[in-house]
């Protein structure tokens, strides 16, 4: 239904810079996420395009019409968006079917359509009996529906939403991530959904994109960005990763302190950070890359997640919970490696980040 | 397990039933001895002393005349407050912190000063600006006269907006910002926003500020007594004095009857406030830390800078600027910058004349063991509320509060009743009957001090020092005293500095013995030298501004008043 376009959008609180230059398109009916820890800017972004924060420099522009640039300023109240704040902002002093039905108020639509649609709309958050309530009777979850059923309402171009299941509890934050992703679905519309995690990030995007210190890493969809991270920090941020250090040469990658390559046949030689994920670590006596004593392992339920040292490298390996208690600890095991990353060597050591 | 629970007798009990008791015995007693008194004048109920209250003009005029000028006191104090709250605290105005000082000052300068200086100002004959508005528009009378009920309400207004200015910024920065920010997103523009939620919002708080003025404006004896009578303009408090040094049964009942309308309209008051509207209150402090969003000003930001400038010159420099003017002034009649007309031998007086220093003694000694007591009183139960769960330990916060919300004529009137040896207590003509009633009035001070800084200390520091095996005496000194000392000196200084120039009680209490730097104030202001009078006021100014520096280093700002 609607473009957003930003074009090398720059913010500055005073000397900091919040976030750097970020350009790109968010398409018609795309799902898009910002990810990043906190601080990074993703929030600020989000504020950018709701019209709350004004950039310092660049351009942003919706279907076209630019909206915040240097000599142009649209206030949100004349965006025609729709936003979901991290902390509902559901007003205390009004009920559920008061809250629902403001944005419609201020448009002036008529009585009889706002109860129409206020209803439809309270329907579809399953929120349809609590019409009359006052947001103090009603739990977490079902104010973020309340914030969630405003925001749609006015049936927007694009809808916003900051964090919005970082308040809720684990179960109905799994859950209000289907529901999201569904309404998007059924209404076809943008959404710019700002989280730090990475498992609401991979189960609802289209395409994601990694902000770290207000710079975009890398954008893609959620294969891409956890298959083919385009540098350390995406491969670390988005999914589980152990760092090896290593030098590339003639298709064979030699690891450092660890007996045994792995085949490479990609471009890129001399001194190497090896990403692997827990869970392309198998255990192999046959194909073994190379072999590792058993540290601890700990039984999840569906898998079974081991600590191993292997040459003054300690790694993560998440594999078949069969596996757990065949061996005894500081066993030595033969090790495959079924799928890595490979970038050039940088200054800082990843080695010691266990995730 | 259940059984064993039952007859474990609580230490602490003993704490809440001293405190419980003093408080029973100092406070409950002599109010509920005053409502009595009222409807029981001769033995059996009666409404007579009612009746009369209606039917003697003079009665029937103060009570209009409190209700009117703390009416539009009122009215005056939230359309200022207001406003005012919303520009420092929520917009790009310059200077925001400066007025912020400069308007939360008034709070804790005496209301008598600023009666002092209103009078200096817009005397009809002589006042300094009156006399400059004439000479600058060639006017041939005096534009204003301090002595009408205009007068009146202007110095009320100017000393009690900042009480309305004090909750209503606490309400405006507290307030979510992204309820705001819903608003806008959902299509309102600003004005729409503020009308349909900001000021919606901020309601239960317009009101709550609005109550609180008017019940100030209406305990005041400070401003009518130097203002109202000379103009014969009385009011519940001040006729409640002249009846009391009267002293005749006749007047003492009358006293009692006015005294009561004045507490159950105070009680009443406060009572809506605390839980009628508290119940409404939405603002609620939630544990992230908000950052309200501040409101660009743009093309309005100077006028409005120059305009709030104004204001503070107006409302806040000009009258402080006039006492101390006036203390350095020979002939009241002319300039004090006119030839020979400057003089610092009132200065010199203050600081040598024996009775002046007898009395600032008299008024250290009591301040200090108000204080000083109120503070043990304060800690205790603040330890008891928000450390434990037992049964009743709200009761004397609650008569904390409603001490508080008494007015000071009344607390004076019922300790006058009840302490001169009718029921085996004679502390009358004691500086105890003083500091009694410093404590009932001013405790609470002490209390919020104490609780707020309680709360901020979550329990599990204590319990963690717990785990690590410190006892209850080793926590309060490792963990809890070093987290709320400040909090603790700063309520022993809220305490302290109100009783220090405190007027209304001690004009009521005092005996040739025990007279206060207040009284002595009050007395040369209106008897025997205006200037001698503005010298001792400057000179509490100051020691206000010292005080008041000296808290806000040793909180970080967050208690300076």
């Known amino acids: ?355 | 397990m259940e059984n064993k629970k039952k007859f474990y007798f609580d230490v602490k009990w003993l704490f809440i039933i001293a405190i419980v008791g003093f408080l029973l015995v100092f406070q409950v007693f002599p109010l509920v001895y005053l409502l009595i008194r009222a409807f029981f004048a001769e033995g059996s109920f009666s409404l007579d002393a009612f009746t009369r209250i209606y039917s003697t003009s003079m009665n029937w005029s103060c009570v209009l005349n409190t209700l009117i000028t703390a009416s539009l006191s009122m009215v005056f104090g939230v359309l200022i407050a207001f406003p005012l709250a919303f520009l420092v605290g929520r917009t790009n105005l310059y200077g925001r912190k400066l007025f912020r000082t400069l308007f939360l000052m008034t709070y804790m300068v005496p209301p008598y000063v600023g009666a002092m200086a209103w009078l200096r100002l817009l005397n009809p004959k002589v006042g300094t600006l009156n006399v400059f508005l004439e000479s600058i528009f060639g006017l041939s009378e005096a534009p204003f006269d301090i002595y009408s009920i205009g007068g009146l309400v202007w110095v009320l207004t100017t000393f009690y907006y900042p009480y309305a200015f004090i909750t209503l910024s606490r309400a405006m920065e507290n307030m979510d910002p992204s309820l705001e920010e819903a608003s806008r997103i959902s299509g309102a523009s600003p004005v729409k926003m503020l009308f349909t939620v900001t000021l919606p919002l901020m309601l239960p708080s317009i009101a709550s500020s609005a109550l609180l003025v008017f019940v100030a404006a209406a305990s005041c004896y400070g401003i009518p007594s130097i203002i109202g009578a000379p103009a014969k303009i009385y009011t519940i408090t001040t006729r409640i004095v002249d009846y009391v040094y009267v002293g005749s049964a006749e007047g003492l009942t009358d006293a009692t009857v006015l005294a009561v309308f004045l507490m159950v309209l105070a009680l009443v008051i406060l009572f809506i406030s605390n839980f009628v509207i508290g119940k409404r209150d939405y603002i609620t402090i939630s544990g992230k830390s908000v950052r309200p969003n501040t409101v660009d000003l743009g093309k309005w930001r100077i006028p409005l800078t120059i305009l709030t400038g104004l204001f503070a010159v107006v409302v806040i420099v000009i009258p402080f600027a006039s006492v101390f003017a006036t203390s350095f002034t020979v002939n009241m009649g002319k300039s004090v910058f006119e030839e020979g007309n400057f003089t610092i031998k009132y200065w010199e007086t203050i600081f040598s004349r024996n009775s002046i220093v007898k009395s600032a003694g008299n008024s250290l000694i009591s301040s200090v063991w108000a204080a000083s007591l109120g503070m043990i009183v304060c800690i205790i139960m603040a330890y008891l509320l928000k450390r434990t769960n037992v049964r009743g330990r709200s009761i004397p916060d609650f008569l904390i509060t409603v001490g508080s919300g008494t007015p000071s004529v009344v607390i004076a009137l019922s300790l006058i009743m009840t302490m001169s040896g009718r029921f085996g207590i004679n502390i009358y003509n004691t500086i105890w009957i003083m500091v009694i009633a410093y404590m009932i009035k001013y405790m609470l001070m002490g209390m919020r001090s104490v609780v707020s800084a309680l709360s901020r200390v979550s329990p599990s520091l204590e319990e963690a020092a717990q785990v690590s095996g410190a006892g209850w005496l080793r926590r309060l000194k490792d963990v809890v005293f070093p987290l709320i000392g400040p909090s603790v000196v700063a309520g022993w200084f809220l305490i302290f500095m109100p009783c220090f120039y405190e007027l209304t009680m001690s004009n009521m209490l005092y005996s040739d013995k025990t007279k206060s730097l207040g009284v002595d104030l009050f007395l040369y202001q209106t008897y025997h030298s205006q200037q001698t009078a503005a010298a001792l006021a400057g000179a509490i100014l100051i020691l206000v501004a010292v005080l008041n520096i000296v808290l806000s280093k040793l909180t970080k700002g967050k208690f300076s008043i």
Request: aromatic share 8%; net charge negative; charged share 25%.
């Open chain 1, 1 to 355: 239904m609607s473009v957003i376009t930003l074009d090398h959008v720059t913010k500055k609180f005073g000397d900091s810079v919040v976030v750097n230059d970020i350009s790109d398109e968010f398409r018609d009916g795309e799902f898009i996420t910002l990810l990043g820890p906190s601080g990074c800017g993703k929030t600020t972004m989000l504020r950018m395009i709701a019209g709350f924060e004004k950039p310092t420099s660049g351009e942003i522009r919706i279907d076209g019409k630019v909206v915040s640039s240097a000599d142009t300023f649209v206030p949100p109240e004349k965006r025609e968006l729709g936003m979901v704040f991290q902390s509902y902002a559901v007003w205390p002093h009004l009920n559920v079917f008061a809250n629902v039905a403001y944005p419609l108020k201020i448009r002036k639509v008529p009585k009889a359509e706002i109860k129409e649609k206020v209803e439809k709309v309270l329907e579809a958050v399953h929120l349809s009996q609590y019409a009359k309530r006052m947001p103090s009777e009603l739990s977490g979850g079902q104010q973020q529906r309340v914030a969630l059923a405003r925001a749609l309402v006015a049936e927007p171009k694009v809808l916003l939403l900051d964090e919005p299941l970082s308040n809720l509890d684990a179960k109905l934050r799994e859950r209000m991530r289907f529901e999201i992703k569904e309404i998007q679905a059924r209404l076809g519309i943008n959404v710019v959904y700002v989280t730090h995690d990475q498992g609401e990030a991979m189960t609802m995007s289209d395409r994601v994109f990694v902000i770290n210190s207000g710079v975009l890493q890398q954008v893609g969809t959620p294969v891409e960005i956890y298959r083919k991270p385009e540098n350390q920090f995406v491969a670390d941020f988005v999914g589980k990763v152990n760092f090896l250090k290593g030098v590339s040469e003639n298709g064979k990658i030699k690891l450092d302190g660890i007996d045994g390559t792995l085949d490479y046949s990609g471009e890129i030689t001399g001194a190497v950070d090896v990403a692997v994920r827990p869970e392309n670590i198998r255990i192999s006596e046959e194909n073994a890359h190379f072999r590792g004593k058993l540290l601890s392992e700990y039984f999840t339920g569906d898998t079974n997640d081991c600590r191993i040292t292997a040459g003054g490298n300690e790694l993560r390996m998440i594999t078949d919970a069969a596996t757990y208690k065949h061996f005894s600890d500081s066993e030595t095991i033969g090790l495959y490696i079924t799928d890595f990353i490979v970038f050039p060597a940088s200054d800082s050591d990843f080695r010691k980040i266990m995730t």
